[in-house]
């Protein structure tokens, strides 16, 4: 059964023409315009989950002005997002990663994982994460918004341009 | 219990002396009724905190607390209040404070957190979600800001945030800050000499498990809605990239900044403390949580003799004491200064005060050279600037005196000193002689002269005050015509931004004209969060129990109306120079607007107790009781001093 629909997923894959991804506006630079307000992640998680919680965002701003201050860091802000580059789906043990036909984004089907995490430990941008709620692990990463009308929140909420949707193929 | 949205529904207790941690619940009636910050805190020192203790022993009671829309989308609500009674008045003490602290401890899942005792080592506080722990501090002890904040975070982890005082907490200064992620301060009333007295060094937040919003799309909706309306705001591009020192060239041209201790408004060289100036040592722009503003800067000095230096600021209101009070224009100290201030958690306002009163001591030769342990305290010199902010945070020579704040050294050195000190119930701000609308607002300030309790922007605005007050003419500055309409609508405005929490400078009490529309944007996003229907009579009634009880809290530690009374300077004195040249403000007509002042609150005007009916109505009783039993009162002299310091 799950050959089957794994076979029907590849097969629609293959019809996608155009893939998309979140990334900065002017690439690397464009970090430079990030303000630390954390308003990206809290409309990610308020989208996907019904709660302001930065832990369970698909996008990451790492907070270091204090260590900038201090000059044990060289970068004040740094933004995580999945690049949707899909390296992480072999590396999962019971198939729960795949290609997502509507929006081309890589997903993760949370009632197929089994909270392993090695596509954490395989991820080559660190742009997966994972929260622990009651003993279950949820897995967190963009998704895209589900393909949503007005596009992904987080591009919408970014009060400083930074953000932007791209094409990849 | 049922699912708690916007608050999380819970607080923290620590027992520092018994090394106790407990979890409390917040019921449902008791959130309605305090709203959230600044109404929890309040109630708290109300209930906890005895008449009369020393607010540096070890039964003052320090309050950490958000409100229901912190860690939330809602645009700028990422603050928290810091409460405590004050070391430098001995009153009440709070201090609202941005960054990304309030958001964090709203995430790992409180509302407040309460902190009783003191803990005989040095000690921190560890806070991820549920599991909380009181920590060794001893290797952190004697840091200052910027090194302890980094350690800590190298120890817990890098996403964790760090609240923490460096050691002129530690050495309990007593208008010492707390430094939040060594970026943003609670800077007012002392808090940092607080924690110091408590050996508690930092507080430590990492939390995973978010805010719950009971109508999420209606939520985002609304939010979105006041986040577009923020950004198309006139202020929105000036402030976003110069902050408040956006204000540096109006309000010293319109003359309501003074220099030289308020002697004088002739300052050469003004220009250089001017808010474009401080774009060219600006590297990065920042926000606190879940603000669109980006009003706060990351500043680096590249060249001079104070080259490599790093801090976040500065703000007007650094600038205007640490350069215009002193009389100090070269820039590159006031930076210096702003960098030495947060590091060793140091109020940058009260630091400027004691700064430029020390400064007219010695030119006046009330002190001398030799009491001054050798500094050249004279008008403009950095180099001594520097110098005594350093001797203050270590207290050390004639530093541990100016270390007592403006009004407390004043106290120590003798009245001739203290007729100098600008103070309202010993905390001092910018000058109160421009209008009475201002003086009568920093009279009322609970916490002392203070632009952030109630600054009367509404003033030459007919347009707001007919929207707001049902009368146009309440707006002319000169005449003293129903400003303490203005002023309690102001204050109470500003409660509800502390409670919510929602910054001041999203144009809620500045900046644009303000409309009916400020409450119901309130209204609708509260009912949205929470789930629970808001009106705006309910929340008008809860500022005005808050600001109520605030000023039965400060009566009940002695202040009575001989207290509203002009300090010398400014009832004396005329304004020298500027716009304002010969004006004063007359003791007689603003008693006169405190009596309509005290009528409009509901409290006595001969002796400012809130009155039992007043109270009764804010649902307030228990309150009466207690301030008909403490009757009569030993008459408030501020707060009490080091043995070292009664000859």
């Known amino acids: 059964m799950n050959k089957l629909q794994d076979k029907e997923t590849k097969e629609k894959a293959k019809t996608i023409k155009i893939l998309y991804r979140v990334e900065l506006k002017e690439g690397e630079s464009a970090t430079e315009k990030c303000v630390g307000c954390s308003l990206c992640e809290m409309a990610c998680s308020l989208y996907h989950h019904r709660e302001c919680n930065p832990s369970l965002s698909g996008i990451k701003v790492i907070k270091k002005e204090c260590e900038w201050i201090n000059g044990s860091s060289s970068k004040i802000f740094q933004l995580k997002i999945c690049t949707q580059c899909g390296f992480c789906i072999q590396f999962c043990p019971v198939g729960a990663i795949r290609i997502a036909v509507e929006t081309g984004a890589v997903v993760i089907d949370d009632k197929k994982c089994s909270g392993c995490l090695k596509c954490i430990r395989a991820c080559l941008f660190d742009a997966l994460w994972y929260n622990k709620r009651e003993d279950k692990i949820i897995m967190v990463k963009c998704d895209l918004c589900d393909g949503s009308s007005d596009g992904p929140k987080c591009i919408g909420w970014c009060p400083k341009g930074v953000l932007t949707l791209r094409k990849i193929k | ?647």
Request: hydrophobic share 35%; aromatic share 8%; proline share 4%.
């Open chain 2, 1 to 647: 219990m049922p699912e708690v949205y916007g608050w999380t529904g819970k607080r923290l207790r620590v027992d520092l002396k018994n090394k106790k941690i407990t979890i409390e619940p917040l019921v449902t009636r008791f959130r309605k009724k305090w709203l959230g910050g600044r109404g929890f805190n309040m109630k708290v020192l109300w209930d906890e905190i005895k008449p009369g203790i020393d607010p540096l022993g070890e039964d003052n009671v320090l309050c950490f607390g958000v409100g229901p829309l912190a860690g939330t989308l809602a645009s700028t609500s990422g603050r928290f209040n810091v409460s405590a009674k004050s070391p430098l008045t001995g009153l009440i003490g709070d201090s609202n404070c941005g960054g990304h602290f309030g958001a964090a401890l709203k995430g790992a899942g409180y509302d407040q957190i309460i902190i009783t005792g003191r803990s005989e080592e040095p000690v921190y506080l560890l806070i991820k979600n549920g599991r909380v722990e009181i920590r060794d501090a001893r290797p952190f002890w004697g840091k200052n800001v910027y090194k302890a904040t980094v350690s800590l975070k190298e120890d817990i982890g890098a996403q964790s945030m760090v609240v923490c005082i460096g050691t002129a907490g530690e050495n309990l200064v007593r208008f010492a800050n707390i430094m939040a992620e060594g970026c943003n301060a609670a800077g007012r009333t002392g808090m940092g000499a607080v924690m110091g007295s408590k050996n508690l060094k930092a507080i430590a937040v990492k939390g995973t498990r978010g805010v719950k919003i009971a109508e999420p799309e209606k939520f985002e909706k609304l939010a979105k809605h006041r986040f577009d309306e923020l950004r198309s705001e006139a202020f929105y591009k000036a402030f976003s990239m110069y902050g408040t020192t956006v204000l540096n060239n109006p309000e010293w041209s319109s003359s309501l900044s003074q220099c030289k201790n308020f002697q004088s408004w002739n300052l050469p060289g003004i220009d250089k403390l001017s808010g474009h100036n401080t774009l060219r040592y600006v590297s990065r722009l920042k926000s606190c949580t879940a603000c669109p503003l980006s009003c706060h800067r990351l500043y680096n000095i590249l060249t001079g003799s104070y080259a490599g230096d790093r801090a976040a600021g500065p703000e007007f209101e650094t600038v205007a004491h640490l350069g215009y009070l002193t009389m100090n224009t070269d820039l590159e100290v006031v930076l210096k200064s702003n960098t030495l201030c947060n590091d060793l958690g140091l109020d940058t306002m009260s630091a400027g005060h004691v700064l430029a009163n020390a400064m007219e001591w010695y030119q006046r030769g009330i002190i001398t050279h030799k009491d001054a342990g050798g500094v050249k305290l004279e008008w403009g010199n950095g180099e001594a600037q520097i110098q005594m902010i350093q001797k203050i945070a270590k207290r050390e020579g004639f530093g541990d005196v100016l270390a007592e704040g403006a009004y407390n050294a004043g106290r120590i050195i003798g009245d001739e000193a203290l007729r100098y000190v600008g103070h309202v119930k010993g905390m001092c701000h910018l000058d109160l002689r421009q209008g009475y609308a201002f003086a009568l607002s920093r009279m009322t300030s609970t916490r002392g002269s203070d632009h952030l309790r109630g600054d009367p922007s509404m003033i030459s605005n007919p347009e707001a005050c007919k929207k707001i007050l049902g009368d146009s003419k309440i707006a002319y500055p000169v005449t003293i015509y129903g400003k303490e309409k203005m002023v309690v609508w102001q204050e109470n405005i500003n409660v509800l931004a502390d409670c919510l929490p929602r910054c001041k400078n999203d144009g809620i009490q500045y900046y644009f004209p303000i409309s009916k529309r400020v409450f119901k944007d309130i209204v609708e996003i509260l009912s949205a969060a929470t789930g629970v229907d808001w009106t705006t009579k309910e929340l008008n009634l809860i500022a005005e129990r808050i600001y109520t009880l605030e000023q039965a809290f400060c009566v009940r530690e002695g202040i009575n109306r001989e207290h509203y009374k002009l300090s010398w300077r400014f009832a004396q004195e005329p304004i020298p120079d500027g716009l304002f040249k010969g004006s004063i403000v007359s003791q007689k007509e603003l008693d006169e607007l405190l009596d309509g002042y005290f009528n409009q609150r509901g409290w006595d005007i001969k002796s400012a107790v809130p009155t039992r009916g007043k109270v009764s109505e804010l649902d307030l009783i228990e309150v009466a009781d207690e301030l008909n039993e403490l009757l009569p009162r030993s008459s408030w002299n501020g707060p009490p001093l080091d043995k070292k310091f009664i000859a």
